[in-house]
């Protein structure tokens, strides 16, 4: 609980750093507290150059940020979010210290110097090194030490956003991928304290000025479905494109590291030259599109550029989040498609507004996969409830889409282009990369689903594994009985009940014999008794045994 709060606190500090650190160089390279917000005009500094600024801004930018995330910390390039999912994951959690001030800088010259990113990726990761340090200070044990990166995440989103569940439930859904009592305590105390903190500095205030809006026609809820569909479309379109940048930076780019944000940001320049809205994070631009200020076309001219404008400043190295870009291309997607129905639904189509809020949030649940983060961000980050309930319908409905459409996130690709697999071992490890079906045990024998309560515990007692499989009349599998059920149900059955053994047996999530044995860990590790059993790809029959000892086994057999 100390360190949670302590942690939370330096979340809370970075976070005003940070910000600070963004409106400074914002101000010192466009001459605008935010320039999203007068797009076209010229610098105060230098009014000669009139508009024209913008191309010379992110060339300065990264003359100034690539030669220091070159020589300190490489890790500070790019979004940040997938770097500390592998930190969790493969590394103990561990996260150099030095990307807490690399990435802070690196961050705030990136968004003020131009480049079209967020906040969300870089704070996420300079709280997260803060929690990290301070539970190698302290030596904490591994599982601390990962719960205190998480509690850093939520302090950072936490205080940038105003948005104190937000960053709890970010933290447990993305950071760690799981939720626990012990999580869920450290990170709201963490949260909590960055946010005290966070509006002290910033104010209580939400990050967009929205009216009420109410659903007045059950034939909104449609249009509403039919929105978050196209969303987890358009979520993942951003997410391959984003991508293809990046691999089309790396092939074009043939000089010294430390110079290609520069080389890089002339291209950029001309984008914001073209379209001078996607400049920094565009918060304003955003919020002008859920009040109707945009035509049809001008919204997807505007959902293009942000795409390209924050694949081409991640593309040449720069560093920023993926976040609120995400919200941006929704509240373009969500306009657009709200004036469209409206324009053909007038009566029944409901406000404008509604449907950008609602997009804003289906295009981060089907890039990132994340939908109770996407629910709570999208009502903190706007105050807005009127719109719960179509918001909550096309999210779930934007995450379903995107797990059909693919099996990464915008997060997760990242990784799993440079080989790195989060269920999978770690590179070099011991054990991890065998198929199940070289460490697996011989099959025990499988229990007849009529065996009695009494029975099977006698079975159970005596065969040396906390449960065994259950087969059917005709000798197909059915699933696994576990002794702490036998045991619970003898417990509550009075003896003239007695119960069959098929009643109480569950299929455990299948377990294959060619899968990759650090997949199968982890549905071992979720799984009620000491053993799961192992099936055979073509017929789901079960041909052996996976358990804790033969896993550890895989150690011995490579040694």
């Known amino acids: 609980m100390v360190l949670a709060v302590a942690i939370g606190a330096g979340a809370g500090a970075g976070s005003v750093v940070f910000r600070w650190c963004i409106k400074t160089f914002t101000h010192l390279f466009s001459g605008h507290t935010d320039y999203a917000a007068s797009p076209g005009a010229s610098n105060p500094h230098m009014p000669w150059l009139g508009p024209y600024f913008v191309v010379l801004a992110p060339v300065v930018g990264g003359l100034l940020y690539g030669p220091l995330v070159n020589r300190f910390a490489k890790e500070a390039r790019g979004h940040g979010v997938p770097e500390v999912m592998l930190a969790v994951t493969q590394r103990g959690g561990r996260i150099s210290p030095k990307i807490a001030v690399v990435k802070t800088l690196a961050s705030a010259l990136t968004i003020g110097s131009g480049g079209s990113v967020g906040r969300e990726g870089p704070i996420v990761q300079i709280g997260s090194a803060l929690g990290s340090t301070l539970g190698r200070v302290t030596k904490v044990t591994e599982g601390r030490m990962k719960l205190l990166v998480a509690c850093g995440a939520a302090g950072g989103i936490a205080a940038t ?112 030259l073209a379209l001078p809205e996607m400049y920094g994070v565009g918060y304003p631009v955003l919020q002008k599109a859920t009040e109707s200020g945009y035509a049809i076309g001008f919204l997807l001219l505007l959902l293009v550029g942000k795409m390209l404008a924050t694949s081409l400043t991640i593309g040449i190295g720069g560093s920023g989040g993926v976040f609120a870009p995400s919200l941006f291309i929704g509240a373009m997607l969500g306009s657009a498609y709200g004036i469209g129905v409206h324009h053909l639904l007038p009566r029944s189509a409901g406000a404008v507004g509604a449907y950008a809020l609602v997009g804003m949030g289906a295009v981060f649940a089907g890039a990132a996969r994340a939908p109770i983060t996407a629910v709570v961000i999208l009502f903190e980050l706007t105050g807005e409830y009127s719109i719960i ?63 009695t309560l009494a029975d099977s515990a006698d079975l159970l007692s005596l065969s040396g594994h906390g449960a065994l499989p259950v087969v059917d009349d005709s000798g197909h599998y059915v699933g696994v009985v576990t002794a702490q059920a036998v045991a619970e149900a003898l417990a509550e059955q009075p003896e003239d009940a007695p119960t069959l053994i098929g009643q109480l047996a569950e299929a455990p999530a299948p377990v294959l014999a060619d899968q990759p044995l650090a997949q199968a860990l982890h549905i071992l590790l979720s799984a009620a008794g000491t053993g799961v059993p192992v099936l055979d790809s073509a017929h789901g029959n079960p041909v052996g045994w996976l358990s804790h000892q033969s896993a550890l086994r895989a150690v011995h057999r490579t040694a």
Request: aromatic residues 10%.
């Open 389 to 451: 309930l179509p918001l909550m319908l096309a999210i779930v409905l934007a995450t379903a889409t995107s797990h059909l459409l693919s099996g990464d996130t915008i997060y997760t690709l990242k990784l799993r282009r440079r080989g790195i697999d989060l269920e999978g071992a770690a590179p070099g490890a011991r054990i991890g990369t065998q198929h199940v079906g070289c460490v697996m045990e011989p099959l025990p024998s499988a229990l007849p689903a009529s065996t």
């Open 161 to 272: 956003f105003n948005a104190p569940l937000a960053g709890v439930f970010f933290a447990m859904e993305l950071i760690l991928g799981t939720f626990s009592a012990e999580a869920f305590g450290a990170t709201v105390l963490a949260s909590v304290t960055a946010s005290v903190i966070g509006r002290a500095a910033f104010g209580d205030t939400a990050f967009l000025n929205l009216p009420d809006f109410h659903v007045d026609h059950l034939t909104q809820y449609g249009l509403f479905a039919a929105l978050g569909i196209g969303a987890a479309v358009v979520g993942m379109g951003f997410a391959r494109f984003l991508y293809l940048i990046e691999d089309a930076c790396d092939w074009l780019w043939r000089g010294p590291e430390w110079l290609r944000p520069a080389a890089g940001g002339l291209l950029l320049g001309l984008v914001l």
